[in-house]
Every structure is written in structure tokens, then in C-alpha cells.
């Protein structure tokens, strides 16, 4: 049995995770923090993690985050100076935030990924293949992303990080572009274009162009409900009980 912790039990991520966390025998949630949510949750929910800290009366072995960019130096502070591991799923954060990921992780287990389904994490394996051939055959390399109307950041988290496998494995010799509206020049050979669209209740597309002369290829992932998210991270939860300090990904979940 794996005891957890969901941090931003109410936001819509969280009530998605308390449901089907509730429904795996292998799984029990044993407090949830979220400053705004309201009563009517099978667990304790605490306004902090301090006063989780303090008052409850059963620990999680390992903690489960959908919050937000603003709320993971707090959730960050806590899991190094406690020891808790955590399954970080909150994207948009700076630079200073993926530094103190990193400094965590030297003190306990960590598992970041920008996206937490299982199709995602195997995209990316299928893209560095793909990227090797078609860019050294001279094909643009164009991420179309699509989300709802509620998401602050953007690109996204995974449109980011299928951008990063993709030049990973082309030695870095590519750059990103966000917005050509402010340019009057021809498409550079050596980038990787991102757009981003919001609207509606789209829970997340992404595709990701190969445009070659007279053809094109696109590989593309569509996600129809939140499950896919909250499935993987209670599986990564699952994965990081027993796992000892380090930053860890969903690559080692599917590996594991």
C-alpha cells in the first residue's frame, strides 16, 4: 500500500487524481493540502503543508502535485527538509524552480515530467528516431499545441519538451520560435517553430510537423480526459515509494 499526499486536492487535476486514486487497491490518500479547496473530501485536507505537517496523524510516503508554478517553492522546501518524495506535475516553472528541483533531489526522490501519460513519454522515444532521419533530410520541424481556455502558460510543458528530445538528439543545433508576427524574413533551416492554441475544453493535443519537399509527416497525441495525467502520476507515485534520492522522469516509470 503506497500512502499519498495531493497537493491542490481541489483543483480539477487533484479531484481527478482523488477519484482514481481512490479506486486502485494498491493506493490510499491519506491528506490532501489546498488552501481553496472546500469540505466534502474522504481524507484531511489542510490549508498548508505545515499544518500537515503538524496535525496530521498519518504521513505519506510520497507526495502528488497539480498545483501551481507559485505554489512549488513552498512544496520544494518541504520535501527536501522532510524527506518526502514527490511526483511534481505542475509545468510553468522558472528557471530558479528547476534549479531547486535539482538541489531536492540530492536529498530525496524526485519525478518531474512535463506530461504524465504513458503516450507522451513513448512519443518522444518514436520522435528522436524520426528527427535523426527527416531533419538530416532537410524537413522543417514545426509543434502545434492546443489547450484550454484556462491555462496560463504557454507553450506548454510538453510541446517544451518534445521541442528539447527533438534537439537532443540533434546535438542542440536548433533554436525555438515562438512568434513570427514581429518578423519579415524567410523560415530558418535550423528551427524548431511553437504554437500555441487555447480554447474551449481541449485537455491537450499536441502535433509535432515534419515538412519536407512534397510530403509531410506528423506524429500526434490527443488526450480526451484528464485520466491519462492522473493515471501516470499515481503510477510514478507508485514507482518513487521505494526509490532513493535522485531526479527521476516517466521514461523510468515505463523503464521500471
Known sequence: MVKILIHGCGGHMGQVVSRMAK????????????????????????PS????????TEKADVIVDFSTAKAADELLSFCGETKTPCVLCTTGLSEE????VQEVSGKTAVLRSANMSLGINLLENVLKKAA???AEAG??????????????????????????????????????????????????EKE????????GTIV????????????????????YSRNVFAKGALQAAKFLK???????DMGDVIGG
Do not use: M
Not at 49 to 56: C, P, Q, T
Not at 208 to 218: H, K, L, N, P, S
Not at 242 to 248: C, N, R, S
Open 23 to 46: 479506486e486502485d487497491e494498491q493506493l490510499q490518500t491519506v491528506a490532501g493540502v489546498d488552501p481553496f479547496a472546500g469540505a466534502g473530501q474522504e481524507y484531511p485536507v489542510y
Open 49 to 56: 503543508l505545515k499544518e500537515y505537517w503538524e496535525k496530521a
Open 97 to 100: 524552480q528547476l534549479a531547486l
Open 132 to 134: 535523426g532521419v527527416l
Open 139 to 188: 524537413f522543417d520541424i514545426e509543434i502545434v499545441e492546443k489547450h484550454h481556455n484556462r491555462k496560463v502558460d504557454a507553450p506548454s510543458g510538453t510541446a517544451l519538451a518534445l521541442a528539447d528530445c527533438i534537439n537532443e538528439e540533434l546535438d542542440g543545433a536548433y533554436h525555438y520560435v515562438y512568434d513570427r508576427s514581429a518578423r519579415r524574413e524567410k523560415r530558418d
Open 192 to 199: 524548431i517553430g511553437i504554437s500555441a492554441v487555447r480554447g
Open 204 to 223: 491537450g493535443d499536441h502535433d509535432v510537423i515534419f515538412a519536407g519537399e512534397d510530403e509531410v509527416v506528423t506524429f500526434s497525441h490527443r488526450a
Open 242 to 248: 521505494d526509490q532513493p534520492a535522485g531526479l527521476y
